[in-house]
């Protein structure tokens, strides 16, 4: 397990760290609780909070996301000009589970949610709704061709397409109390936030400059051409741009 998929719960003393699987799915259940759509309220779905954790975590992975651009299409017509006459339903299921994946989680985490005592999205996001309901209705129905029986994951699928909106709504509230940093940091911790990326940005540049400095002198030394001993002049000011006390005299 990577430290992509790891996290420490700062209210926790002991400080382990944890799969962020969890993270996720306490986001998942309290934004629940907190929406009033809690789980298990309209009919069993404790399987879709599940799914949505590991969809979430999933996420943070970029192989994942590398893995799922295949499947990805902006538009119905390509979604549907690619499914054209392919006999493959297993392509068929991922390619509208994958869509319907993104479309919920770009709604839910990414794009604007209805503003307060507003009960409808707005017009492009209602769009995506539709185009989400549609999708894990289809990716259903083709993982049942799939599997010839009902499945774990095909009822999810299911409940997905059914109450789209609902998670949706879920995940916008999950978004604005858990993933919005910009509302839980004071002014003085992002300034030192900004400190500590730009500081860690100096390191990085200043290696990647030293690495280039050491090449080039070691080539300077064994060829003594003249080219590289300009080149080691500019690498040197530009350290010292970094590291004020660098000093380099090119020696004869």
Same mark, same amino acid.
């Given at each position: 397990?990577?430290?992509?998929?790891? %996290?420490? !719960?700062?209210?926790?003393?002991?400080?382990?760290?944890?799969?962020?699987?969890?993270?996720?799915?306490?986001?998942?259940?309290?934004?629940?609780?907190?929406?009033?759509?809690?789980?298990? =309220? /309209?009919? %069993?779905?404790?399987?879709?909070?599940?799914?949505?954790?590991?969809?979430?975590?999933?996420?943070?992975?970029?192989? #994942?996301?590398?893995?799922?651009?295949? #499947? *990805?299409?902006? #538009?119905?017509?390509?979604?549907?000009?690619?499914? @054209?006459?392919?006999?493959?339903?297993?392509?068929?299921?991922?390619?509208?589970?994958?869509?319907?994946?993104?479309?919920?989680?770009?709604?839910?985490?990414?794009?604007?949610?209805?503003? @307060?005592?507003?009960? $409808?999205?707005?017009?492009?996001? !209602?769009?995506?709704?539709?185009?989400? $309901?549609?999708?894990? @209705?289809? =990716?259903?129905? %083709?993982?049942?061709?799939?599997?010839? $029986?009902?499945?774990?994951?095909?009822?999810?699928?299911?409940?997905?397409?059914?109450?789209?909106?609902?998670?949706?709504?879920?995940?916008?509230? *999950?978004? /604005?109390?858990?993933? !919005?940093?910009?509302?839980?940091?004071?002014? /003085?911790?992002?300034?030192?936030?900004?400190?500590?990326?730009?500081?860690?940005?100096?390191?990085?540049?200043?290696?990647?400059?030293?690495?280039?400095?050491? &090449?080039? %002198?070691? &080539?300077?030394?064994?060829?003594?051409? &003249?080219? *590289? $001993? =300009?080149?080691?002049? &500019?690498?040197?000011?530009?350290?010292?741009?970094?590291?004020?006390?660098?000093?380099?005299?090119?020696?004869?």
């Amino acid at each position: 397990m990577n430290e992509r998929q790891l %996290y420490v !719960d700062i209210k926790d003393s002991s400080r382990n760290l944890r799969p962020s699987y969890y993270f996720m799915m306490n986001c998942i259940l309290y934004s629940r609780i907190e929406t009033g759509l809690e789980s298990n =309220a /309209g009919g %069993y779905d404790e399987d879709v909070n599940v799914y949505l954790a590991h969809l979430l975590q999933s996420f943070a992975d970029p192989a #994942y996301v590398e893995n799922a651009k295949r #499947y *990805l299409s902006k #538009y119905d017509a390509e979604v549907f000009q690619r499914l @054209q006459g392919s006999p493959d339903a297993r392509l068929k299921y991922l390619i509208y589970k994958t869509n319907a994946d993104f479309l919920l989680v770009s709604v839910g985490v990414f794009e604007q949610p209805p503003a @307060q005592g507003q009960k $409808k999205f707005p017009p492009a996001e !209602d769009a995506s709704i539709g185009r989400g $309901k549609a999708y894990y @209705q289809f =990716a259903y129905s %083709y993982s049942q061709q799939l599997q010839k $029986k009902g499945t774990a994951i095909s009822e999810v699928l299911e409940k997905l397409s059914v109450g789209f909106e609902k998670y949706v709504k879920i995940l916008s509230h *999950l978004r /604005g109390e858990f993933f !919005d940093l910009a509302d839980h940091f004071s002014k /003085g911790e992002f300034y030192h936030l900004e400190r500590s990326v730009d500081e860690e940005a100096r390191r990085s540049q200043l290696r990647e400059r030293q690495d280039r400095f050491l &090449e080039t %002198y070691a &080539e300077w030394r064994r060829t003594g051409r &003249e080219e *590289l $001993k =300009a080149a080691l002049e &500019e690498l040197a000011e530009d350290i010292r741009q970094l590291k004020p006390d660098f000093k380099f005299t090119p020696q004869p």
